[in-house]
């Protein structure tokens, strides 16, 4: 396609509005590009992540369609392919929308596939739109299809006379990563293989795959599809469950919440990924049902709920948290997501004889452990089922006998006794700064942790009502987080407040969007904070600046060189990345306790949050949360037992 | 495996020294990651790129052994992976070794994925070595094979039941961007494999894998192969024809040299990755035939020598040099490599009854086409034929007729009526910048392009003898040349003057290392920059800035925000990357054609070249290279025409 001819197309389309899609024009016809992004609009989505490759700018072509802008359509340019991905990552963490990101065949598909990787292993909803050749150079047995294309792996034997695979990349991903595939190689099916995959990322809440040649792109399409399903949303997607089921499966957990004297709610990330954190708040409202927090779920409960008792994470978790679950006959694990990470390295326990209720996207699952029995019921969402719940359960029938000696969860009950950050001049240890972050959050703030050493304080900080938490809890990637709070900052200018569900956020407080980045992590990304000065995305970007990956130190190898990295000044990057005169940013060095009180104090208390600050705050090297430091000698204890069982002998 | 485990094991295996090695020690043994690093110091590599993660970190343990330390071996800290294969990449395409990257299970090669693709397609030798979960976990049917370990993707359906696929990736990258393969499941046959994958990679000029389960590092393995083969060069791996065969072939090729009037060589990239520049430079002295360069294998013949008739790229190169190339009557093709950039979108035309040789790694292929036949040998690896086509050519027989008004190509042909770049304070166009160029190196400099639009500028200029020219032309992923560089860099550390096969360049003569890279690019990969301060690679720095994709603007959306990027002020980076008072590095803006001039006159004659020097050129932001605008026309014309084929009415 030469540009000429886009540009033609394009003014030819010009005149189409959105609302005609509304009227009947089955026989209206639309440019392929114009149906794709129009589709992803109805699915929710505004804002799309990428990097231009020449396989497709005939596709982003479509983004500057009048009708497309009219309604909100913008391109998010990133710095590069993974960035992006992890962009879109974060944008759907925040909005529950798709993340959309587009690149091109093979380097940049595959620069973003760790991205994708991590957004399937956390259950994140990505589409990935990858511009690839022409569909007649696909086409097998032609002479162009044994020419080696840019981008493109020629294959290892014989690559002189024989052409590429050109799907070698598609099938890399097909049914890896991606939880829907298509190639689009016919224009007839084009538009319901797109719809398709859009279902399947909501209904699985994982990342899908649409390969578009670059000669798709202005063939042109029925718009019957748009106007028979005008939007989709997350609840169109999933299979609704009969009356009979529905019934049968909440009068089941009724009678053994009824024939409960101590349950137990789990809020698991699953919860958030179906937009369910509302109603689950609801139901431990009206039930005063005892409940915790998980590692990858975290702050889905709110968490200054009276019945809230800490976050469970198996034999890895406060013991006051493990005691207070120990009390519990019956566990109701809502969103449940069975990970090392996420179930304390598999060593979840129960009280003797207690019943579990597994509440998962694919099925309910009741389990006896008196009797060693269990019941699963396939097919079933569990978000139809919390919703009856709500409206079936009565207090009246409720039996709880809690302790009643038993208050909820504090912070203090892990940090006791840290020292008051503002006492004096002097070194800012982990421990400290725990105890100053505990208080720093406001009700309805936005927190982005990377996966490195401090996150693994945050478990057990009580965080404030309609806070939202975001971390990649599981894949564990360090570098996500930095352009994931890229892509929080869009969807937030996208949908602003869309995650605070109740009043307890006063109407005129913006939301403080705040990330907690290691200076190992932040130097895999950085580049990406470009992008939030591009786009002015207010931040508050904490750099935990301990000279390396403190998280492996805490693993293997304290003081190895493998383990340093290049000390930055991290106060000089926005100037270098485009902020001239500092009029976006203010960069803050920050050395001492009072220092970081001081600021600490000034950003909670901030009026106007419309600039960039970034805070350089100097950690010790080797200076570990205590929670990380108990992971990592539970599993020396645990592999030195593994052993044990494999060389008895030894 | 715990820290002190391993560091235990390190204190027992300081007595072992190399030379041991020599004796017989048939029943000595060592722990596997010793044995790792010890093949890979044997095959000839010294410096290990990569990421630390914790399915690596007992295996980097090993990097301070100090038998290993003594022979060289260290460790180099990418600031991410995508970074650390691309300067592996770049350590090869300088070296001619296997350029090591070690990342961790998933997060980490996942990451690296794009730039290992890269060096697939363009032939590049890299070992990617993978740390990944331990042998027992990934036993099937146990109770840890149904963990979903962190770094790994869980299934899509049932995830909470059935564990994951622990070979995912390996079945993403095998057969696929990996040469040779292997996931070291038994200790017994560790070592061989880890030598099969180290003679593919180097039979292939590919990358090859090797997964690494984290408990496998410290089991112990004999010596032996090191014993039986204390060392492994590129020649040790490749089949070495029959005495018949050779003579066979080289018989046939003298004599349709004989028989030619005007023959010419074209020399192209495999000659480069299969180290035989030296010997095509010198057959082409012996023989005087004519030869060109190719975009992909430029810079392997000396183009000084008064027989270089310029790049031939079919119809995309210059008028002059297609002349010439079509008054050949046979094309001794070296190290031919077929894609549509390095043979200019498949239109290589050849005089009428032309006779062609393809000499390949993998086969010898004589075309004729005044009979349209051709006869393929398999199985021989060209530069045993290059080695005795030297001895065997006999210049009494040779009979050419070349028209002697043609004389040696000059960059003028091209470039024949730029200003002196020198002259006034005038902005600075990629014409002037080109011209400026042609001066600029000195013989044995080390050049490495990004490819973004400057790029297309180089291939018509004649470059001084024995430079070596490095750039991804034919994947062209943009964002590699920045830490291609730092590789190359670190190779020049390793290897002084590798590249330098005559003695056209003083022995005094310190190669200087320059890249030429574009602002988008950069903006990719910039945290590398850091790298080139912290292992102190001096090099000059280019970037120009010309405020976006430009290469992108040339194909499509010359105005459109999608090729934007933040500008950025590139004077100020090294300051935030670590040069915190500027000891290592100078940073200069350029803006006016005198002070380009002034500049690049001072860089060519300095004497010491031990620092950094960053050059940010302020280019316009649609000025392209004419080379860039021909390709562009010509694809554009070459599509319409293929769409008039496709659909004749129209």
Known sequence: MTLIKSQQIISNIQESKTDEFNADHSTKLIPFGQ??????????????????????????????????????????????????????????????????????????????????????????????????????????????????????????????????????????????????????????TACNKVDKVIKDIYRYSKPGYIFVPVDLV???????????????????????????????????????????????IIGDVLVDRYEANKELNLFIKKTQIWNFSTVNGKSIIDELNPYYMGLYNGDEGAPSVIERFLQCDLILNFGIDANEINHGHYTFKYKKDARIIELHPEYIRFIETDTNTEKIIRGIN??????????????????????????????????????????????????????????????????????GAIYFAFRDLVFPNQLKYIAQGFYLSIGTALPATFGVGIAMQDYPRCHITDDTVPTDYVPRLILFEGDGSAQMTVQEMTSMLRYQV????????????????????PTRSYNDIMSWNWTKLFEAFGDTNCQYTVSTLIETRSKLAWKMKQLKNKKERDNIELMEVQLGVLDYPKQLQSMVTAAKVRQKLETMEDHPAA
Chains 1, 2 share one sequence.
């Open 382 to 451: 569990f978000v139809f089922i919390l919703e009856e719940l709500i409206k079936e359960i009565n207090p009246v029938f409720l039996n709880f006998q809690y302790d009643s000696k038993v208050k909820a969860y504090t912070s203090q009950e892990v940090y006791p006794d840290i020292e008051n950050v503002d006492s004096e001049e002097q070194d800012i240890t982990v421990d400290r700064l725990t105890k100053a972050i505990s208080t720093f959050f406001n009700p309805g703030d936005v927190v982005v942790s990377e996966t």
């Open 35 to 188: 149906y794709l992004f129009q589709r992803i609009i109805t699915a929710g989505t505004k804002s799309i992540f990428g990097v231009p490759g020449d396989f497709n700018l005939p596709l982003l072509e479509y983004l500057y369609e009048p009708s497309l802008i009219k309604q909100g359509l913008r391109w998010i340019g990133n710095c590069n392919e993974l960035n992006a991905a992890y962009s879109a990552d974060g944008f759907s963490r925040y909005s529950n929308k798709i993340g959309c990101v587009i690149t091109t065949y093979g380097v940049g598909e595959l620069s973003a596939i760790n991205g994708i990787a991590g957004a399937f292993a956390e259950n994140v909803k990505i589409l990935h739109i990858v511009g690839v050749a022409r569909k007649k150079d696909s086409r097998p047995n032609t002479s162009n299809s044994r020419k080696n294309l840019h981008h493109l792996v020629p294959r290892l034997k014989d690559a002189n006379f024989i052409g590429p695979n050109h799907k070698v990349y598609y099938e890399m991903i097909k049914d890896k990563v991606s939880c829907s595939t298509e190639w689009l190689d016919d224009i007839n």
């Open 538 to 557: 207010p931040v508050e970007l904490f750099i935990w600046n301990n000279n390396g990956y403190t998280v492996e130190r805490a693993i293997c190898g």
């Open 218 to 264: 202005n063939q042109l399409v029925s718009v019957n599809n748009l106007v028979n399903e005008p939007s989709i949303s997350m609840k169109d997607c999933l299979d609704k469950p009969s009356v009979t089921t529905l019934n049968e499966i909440t009068d089941i957990i009724c009678n053994w919440i009824y024939q409960s004297k101590a349950p137990a």
